[in-house]
DNA sequence: GTAAACATGTAACAGGTTACATGATTGT
DNA sequence: ACAATCATGTAACCTGTTACATGTTTAC
C-alpha cells in the first residue's frame, strides 16, 4: 500500500501534523497519489501502531505532530529501492475508446478532440505552475520540478495523440 | 464503477460467456482495466440482475452466454457520451520520485535509468505487437490500433522523461 | 458574535484482490 | 488414465470514498 509510504516521504522532510498532510496532498500530490482526509488519519494512526512514526508533540485542537521514528526511515528507503513499483494503471479515458464503436463517428470523435482539448488545458495550467514558482535546488524543489515536468510532457504526449485518433475515425 | 461499463462494451461487439470475457481481460484489456475472474463473474451477476444484459445460451460445463439487451446498450451510450472519464490516476512511480531525496545520488539515479529501460522496454514490446498483428479496418481493429498507439506514444514519453530526468539530480 | 480555518475521529459502503472450492470436457 | 482447459461461484480481507460527528482557535 502506496499511501502508507507518501505518509512516510513526507514526514521524511519535517515532522507534521494529519491535518499538515492533508494539505499536501490536496496540493501538491493531489495528482499523483489522492488521499481523502479520513483515509490520512486512520493511516496515521496504523503506522504510530506499527513504530514507523510516533507523536513527538501535541498542540492546540488536539493536534498531534508526527515525527518519523529510524525504522519508518528504514522502510521507505526499503520502499524505494527494494520493491518495484507496479500498481495496475486502470485508465476509464483509454477504457472508453475501445468501445467508441457503439457511437456515431461524430459521437467518437468528439470525445477525441474533447480529450484533446483536456490535454491541452491541463498542460498550459502545469506550465503556468512551473513558471510561476521560483525553483530553488533543495529536494523539494528538484524532485517537484521532476514531477511535474513529467505532467507537462504527458499532457502533450496525450493532446498530440488524441488529435491524431480524431482522424483515424472513419 | 467502470468494470460495468467494460462489460457492457466486450459483450456489445458479441455474446459472450464470463470465461469469454475473463480471457479477454487478460490480453487486450490487461493494461487498460485489469479484472480479477472474482470480479468479472460477480459483475455478470449483478448485471444480469440489472437487467443489461441477459442469458441467452446455456453450455456444456454450466457455461452461460450472455448478450447485451437494448437497456444495456442504452447504458452504455449514456457513459461513453454523458459520463466525464474522472478516474483519479494514482502513479506509484511518480510516487516515489517525490521521496527520491531519502536515497543518494546514486541511487536515485539508478531507479531514473531503470524507469528508462523499463519503458524502452515497455515500447519495444508493443511496437512488435503492432507490426505483428494484420490490421483491419473493422471497429475492433481501429480502436485497439489507436489504444496500442496510445501506449506506444506513453513509453517513449516515458523513457525520454526518466533519462531527462536522471541527469537532474545533483 | 460569527464565519473560516484548524483539527481529529468513526461508520457504512463500494470496489478490488487473494484464496478456496468444485466440477465437466477435451485431447493425448 | 491423466493433464490441460473450460467453467463458475463464494468468502475473507484490504483499500478507498462518502458521510456523519464533534469541538477549538483565530481573525474580522
Known sequence: MSLRHALLGLLAEHPASGYDLLKTFETSLANVWPATQSQIYTELTRLADTGWISVTAEG??????????????????????????QRNTRSDILLRVFFLGVLTPDQARAYLTGLADLSQQGHDDLRRLVDSVDWGDD????????????????????REWAEWAATQIR
Open 60 to 85: 492546540p485542537r488536539g493536534r498531534k505532530e508526527y515525527t518519523l521514528t529510524d525504522e519508518g526511515l528504514a522502510e521507505l528507503r526499503h520502499w524505494l529501492t527494494e520493491t518495484k513499483p
Open 139 to 158: 529536494d523539494l524543489s528538484v524532485h517537484g520540478r521532476i514531477a511535474l515536468e513529467y505532467g507537462i510532457r504527458f499532457n502533450a504526449m496525450r
